[in-house]
Antibody, heavy 119, light 106 residues
Framework: QVQLVESGGGVVQPGRSLRLSCAAS????????MHWVRQAPGKGLEWVAV????????KFADFVKGRFILSRDNSKNKVYVQMNSLRGEDTAVYYC????????????WGQGTMVTVSS | DIQMTQSPSTLSAFVGDRVTITCRAS??????LAWYQQKPGKAPKLLIY???SLETGVPSRFSGSGSGTEFTLTISSLQPDDFATYYC????????FGQGTKLEIK
């Protein structure tokens, strides 16, 4: 079935890096842009970044610009976010989500992976 | 950046009630608005897209309306499974989410 599965979360010290992965299955991954959305504990949803279907276009929220790097490997059906210079305020569950431009919405979400930035 | 403001932040209602949640955009977003439902510990689920179109498999008691800067999500007759947090999202620029509306059982 159509599915997204995130991995790579964990506890990391401030200033360090972490790479999250999102594995897709059940659909033609290379046809879809993919987003990352995060949710701090007890807070709302916050859009983080998007990568186009071919990886040539990327856009970031201001609060991660210059710190997060997006990439994707369409041969492996995976999208990645490299998170550098992590801060306490980056502590959150990180979700990947499939973009449906025709719906102007995100129709498939992963289960999320928790990132905790703490010394 | 476009800001999305939902009201109320919390809503208490009985099973069977009709409820409405409002979402306002800081500038016009045409009909580029989606609504999501999220339950504790779970990923968001798409309910409504393009302001008023029902996602496949979503019960017809959910409906959306509006355009420009003001939008509403209505649940016509609350069911026990509907108690959750609801988010609006604009798809026009930077995909901003509203702050959420928690729907609680009265």
């Amino acid at each position: 079935q159509v599915q997204l599965v995130e991995s790579g979360g964990g506890v990391v010290q401030p200033g360090r890096s972490l790479r999250l992965s999102c594995a897709a299955s059940g659909f033609t991954f290379s046809s879809y842009a993919m987003h990352w959305v995060r949710q701090a504990p007890g807070k709302g949803l916050e859009w983080v970044a998007v990568i186009s279907y071919d990886g040539n276009y990327k856009k970031f929220a201001d609060f991660v610009k210059g710190r997060f790097i997006l990439s994707r490997d369409n041969s492996k059906n995976k999208v990645y976010v490299q998170m550098n210079s992590l801060r306490g305020e980056d502590t959150a569950v990180y979700y990947c989500a499939r973009d449906r431009m025709d719906l102007a919405a995100f129709d498939i979400w992963g289960q999320g992976t928790m990132v905790t930035v703490s010394s | 950046d476009i800001q999305m403001t939902q009201s109320p932040s919390t809503l208490s209602a009985f099973v069977g009630d009709r409820v409405t949640i409002t979402c306002r955009a800081s500038q016009s977003i045409s009909s580029w608005l989606a609504w999501y439902q999220q339950k504790p510990g779970k990923a968001p689920k798409l309910l409504i897209y393009k302001a008023s179109s029902l996602e496949t498999g979503v019960p017809s008691r959910f409906s959306g309306s509006g355009s420009g800067t003001e939008f509403t999500l209505t649940i016509s007759s609350l069911q026990p499974d509907d108690f959750a947090t609801y988010y609006c999202q604009q798809y026009n620029s930077y995909n901003t989410f509203g702050q959420g509306t928690k729907l609680e059982i009265k």
